[in-house]
């Protein structure tokens, strides 16, 4: 039991070693590979994060997480929201909130990154900021495939063009307030994802059609926002094959057929990509080797990857215990499959826990659980 624990210790240790080191990605700087993965919180009533948020993302970031990247906030298109207390990434308010929370990250040393994301037809027109909107999306769906009664709306070119424009607005707000890049949310079945996804997009016009042209809404995103914040802003897009609708979905079955999805985004301008598994560990293509999604990312990609799935739970969903084992990612860490690695719910959980991974502290770690989403710390 010793040698075992000996042997864990050991693994632990090499893997904090590297997940500590420094790194550049493009123009960005960051003093380690660990990053806050995104989780909607919902504590901005009003839609402005408070000084409880600031607290909250500088407390990671005064304990050694090297980059911050916010809950999903809304674009400003009426269309966007769909839950109540995310907050807003545009208007006075909202704008001046978060330059309190980027100032605070940097204060306490780390980087920062929003994340931009419009629902898609997750909304129905009951919900609020506005009632009587309805939810969009490429062609009319059930409302978050739930079986609401209602179906989003099909979104004319106009629609289109509004929502890209807001994209940009708030990629340049980012910019603007001191951010160190910005993170488009395109994964998880909402809006561009949706544009992505065959189930989903049944357009007949130019953003529909093959696996590639169902692209064009999210290129559309990224070329209007590099064109509103220059050539080295870091852009980083979050994807997943599996959508909240179906865990089963894919965007390619193949290597070559997820290349026809992701090689235009890296054309229209993308610099990061982050790359959202389930099990950070699992192949991403079982037919094609014990490769991870984010391996096969990178690879077909040739950028920095940000990966994130589990690490930091003892099961799915859960750490009741300590820190769990790092070693789930030691093989693809040690091949190179991914650059930065994003943790979610043991930060929620611990403020701390990049901290006492490099200290070697796992011993002392706290376990997630369900109630702690009911306060923010």
Same mark, same amino acid.
């Not at 080295?232 to 390619?252: C, E, H, N």
């Not at 502290?361 to 710390?377: A, H, I, P, T």
């Given at each position: 039991?010793?040698?075992?624990?000996?042997?864990?210790?050991?693994?632990?240790?090499?893997?904090?070693?590297?997940?500590?080191?420094?790194?550049?990605?493009?123009?960005?700087?960051?003093?380690?590979?660990?990053?806050?993965?995104?989780?909607? #919180?919902?504590?901005?009533?009003?839609?402005?994060?408070?000084?409880?948020?600031?607290?909250?993302?500088?407390?990671?970031?005064?304990?050694?997480?090297?980059?911050?990247?916010?809950?999903?906030?809304?674009?400003?298109?009426?269309? *966007?929201?769909?839950?109540?207390?995310?907050?807003?990434?545009?208007?006075?308010?909202?704008?001046?909130?978060?330059?309190?929370? #980027?100032?605070?990250?940097?204060?306490?040393?780390?980087?920062?990154?929003?994340?931009?994301?419009?629902?898609?037809?997750? #909304?129905?027109?009951?919900?609020?900021? $506005?009632?009587?909107?309805?939810?969009?999306?490429?062609?009319?769906?059930?409302?978050?495939?739930?079986?609401?009664?209602?179906?989003?709306?099909?979104?004319?070119?106009?629609?289109?063009?509004?929502?890209?424009? *807001?994209? *940009?607005?708030?990629?340049?707000?980012?910019?603007?307030?001191?951010?160190?890049?910005?993170?488009?949310?395109?994964?998880?079945?909402?809006?561009?994802?949706?544009?992505?996804?065959?189930?989903?997009?049944?357009?007949?016009?130019?953003?529909?059609?093959? #696996?590639?042209?169902?692209?064009?809404? *999210?290129?559309?995103?990224?070329?209007?926002?590099?064109?509103?914040?220059?050539?080295?802003?870091?852009?980083?897009?979050?994807?997943?094959?599996?959508? $909240?609708?179906?865990?089963?979905?894919?965007?390619?079955?193949?290597?070559?057929?997820?290349?026809?999805?992701?090689?235009?985004?890296?054309?229209?301008?993308?610099?990061?990509m982050h790359c959202s598994t389930r099990r950070i560990w699992e192949p991403g293509f079982a037919a094609e080797g014990d490769m991870t999604l984010a391996g096969w990312t990178k690879k077909i990609t040739g950028l920095p990857v940000i990966a994130v799935g589990g690490v930091g739970l003892d099961r799915p969903g859960l750490n009741a215990a300590e820190i769990a084992p790092l070693d789930v990612i030691e093989k693809p860490l040690a091949r190179g499959e991914f650059d930065i690695l994003a943790v979610g719910r043991a930060l929620l959980a611990d403020p701390a826990w990049a901290m006492k991974i490099k200290q070697g502290?796992?011993?002392?770690?706290?376990?997630?659980?369900?109630?702690?989403?009911?306060?923010?710390?």
């Open positions: 039991m010793a040698t075992v624990c000996a042997e864990k210790l050991t693994t632990d240790g090499l893997i904090s070693e590297k997940l500590f080191q420094p790194i550049k990605v493009g123009s960005l700087e960051l003093s380690n590979r660990i990053a806050m993965a995104p989780m909607s #919180r919902y504590f901005c009533a009003d839609g402005v994060p408070h000084e409880k948020v600031q607290a909250y993302y500088s407390r990671r970031a005064l304990n050694q997480v090297g980059l911050i990247i916010t809950e999903a906030t809304y674009i400003g298109h009426p269309t *966007a929201p769909s839950y109540e207390g995310v907050p807003d990434f545009h208007g006075e308010a909202a704008l001046a909130g978060w330059a309190k929370v #980027r100032a605070a990250v940097h204060a306490a040393g780390g980087k920062i990154f929003p994340q931009l994301w419009h629902t898609g037809s997750f #909304r129905n027109s009951a919900m609020a900021p $506005q009632p009587g909107v309805p939810g969009v999306g490429p062609s009319e769906n059930l409302n978050a495939f739930t079986g609401h009664p209602e179906t989003s709306k099909a979104m004319t070119e106009k629609d289109i063009f509004e929502v890209i424009e *807001a994209y *940009a607005e708030a990629a340049e707000a980012a910019q603007r307030l001191g951010f160190d890049g910005v993170e488009i949310h395109g994964a998880h079945g909402y809006l561009i994802d949706e544009f992505f996804w065959a189930t989903s997009n049944r357009r007949t016009d130019r953003y529909g059609g093959n #696996r590639r042209e169902r692209t064009r809404f *999210a290129v559309e995103v990224i070329a209007a926002m590099r064109g509103r914040v220059g050539p080295d802003f870091p852009i980083s897009f979050r994807y997943s094959q599996w959508k $909240q609708q179906d865990y089963t979905a894919v965007l390619g079955e193949t290597p070559a057929e997820l290349a026809e999805v992701l090689q235009p985004l890296v054309d229209a301008g993308v610099s990061i502290r796992s011993q002392e770690g706290v376990g997630y659980s369900k109630e702690q989403l009911k306060s923010l710390f």
